[in-house]
Each structure stands twice: as C-alpha cells, then as structure tokens.
C-alpha cells in the first residue's frame, strides 16, 4: 500500500437545494451507501458530506495542520457544491500543498457560482448563464469527471484550468431525461463514482 492510500480524504459536497443531513437527498445518500464501500481500505477517511456554502478554506486548513501527510483526496460534487465549495477547497488545497495532493472531482451537474455573492442568496442571475461561464480549478486536480443535463435551468458548467498546458483531465457525460436537482441521485451516476474511486485507490491514471 502506497503513503498517499494511507492518507486518502473523500469529501462529499451537497448542491444548494440540498440538505446534507436528510440521508435521502441525493449526496446524503450516496455518502451512505459508499462510505462503507470507501473506508474499507485502511487510511481512508470519509468526512460527513459538506453543504455547498460550508467554509471550503476552514476545511483545508484543518487538513494541513491536522492531516500534513495526506496524498490524496476525492470529491463528489452535486451543482454548487462543485462551482462553490469544491472549487474554493481545490483551490486552498493548492495554496497549502502545492502539487503533493493528487485531487480527484465526481460531479454532479457542477455549476458555477460567482463568490461574491452572499451564501444567503439562494438563487441569483448567474444561475442563468451557467451553461457559459466555466467553473475554473486549479492545476492541481488530477481528472474531472463532469455530468451534465440540458433539461432546464441551471446547467452544468463547463470546467476549466487555470493554468495552460495543464495535465489536467477532463470529462464530459452528458445525460438526457433527467433534471438538475435530481442529477445526483441516478443510477449512472452512482456507478461512475464508485467505477472512478475504484481507479482512484488502484493508482490508474488512464
């Protein structure tokens, strides 16, 4: 077993309809149906599941001063939990760490959310245009793999890196039939985040 499966981090991050704690949202529950699945190997720890506006920089800054030697970390993301919590956490994990974490991102329909907006403003202009403005990570996350629907308001976001050229790889699964808010609750997407940790904890990198 490598150091970094021995400091593995898995993060889950709601979307902003969603409560976390009603273990039958969509994130909810897919952190109780995996979690077993996931910290089964030794070294990994799975967190509580994370509300899109919950503070992404407290969180890394507890890992750095707490869990130092951590290798890894794997995000599932539904809509803002991506385009707000996780991009604002990927981008403190590369203040801290520079490139010594390799980060992994699931996402459900990510959506793109401007920051300067107050976390009290549930629903805002910018959810309009989500399908064209890109949610931007730092260089530091390893694969995204993004789903996305074209049903309604909002979409998801395409991704992008800061920096070009980049190692960066990214996804796109595009899904027909299914709404936004429920994007995290189908079948194919479950079975992606399960087939991706399934790579993440065996080290492939195709």
């Not at 499966?5 to 976390?20: D, H, M, Q, W, Y």
């Not at 920051?115 to 202009?125: C, E, G, I, Q, S």
């Not at 309009?128 to 074209?150: A, C, E, G, M, T």
């Not at 308001?153 to 699964?173: D, F």
Request: net charge positive; proline share 5%.
């Amino acid at each position: 077993m490598t150091d970094s499966l021995r400091n593995t981090e898995v993060i889950f991050a709601s979307g902003f309809t969603e409560k976390p704690h009603l273990r039958w949202s969509g994130i909810g529950q897919l952190h109780v149906d995996l979690e077993p699945v996931m910290a089964a190997s030794p070294g990994v720890r799975v967190r509580l599941p994370q509300l899109w506006k919950s503070s992404a920089k407290e969180l890394a800054r507890k890992l750095h001063t707490f869990r130092p030697h951590i290798g890894q970390v794997f995000l599932v993301c539904h809509s803002w939990g991506l385009g707000n919590f996780g991009r604002t956490f990927c981008e403190e994990l590369r203040k801290l760490f520079g490139y010594t974490v390799r980060v992994v991102i699931v996402a459900a329909d990510g959506v793109w959310r401007n920051r300067l907006l107050p976390t009290w403003l549930p629903v805002n202009a910018s959810t309009l245009f989500s399908k064209r403005v890109s949610i931007k990570l730092p260089d530091n996350v390893d694969r995204v793999v993004q789903f996305r629907q074209r049903e309604g308001i909002p979409y998801g976001s395409p991704i992008k890196i800061e920096s070009h050229p980049s190692g960066t790889r990214i996804e796109y699964v595009e899904v027909e039939g299914v709404k936004h808010t429920a994007m995290d609750e189908t079948v194919e997407f479950r079975e992606r985040v399960l087939e991706e940790w399934k790579n993440f904890i065996g080290g492939e990198t195709e």
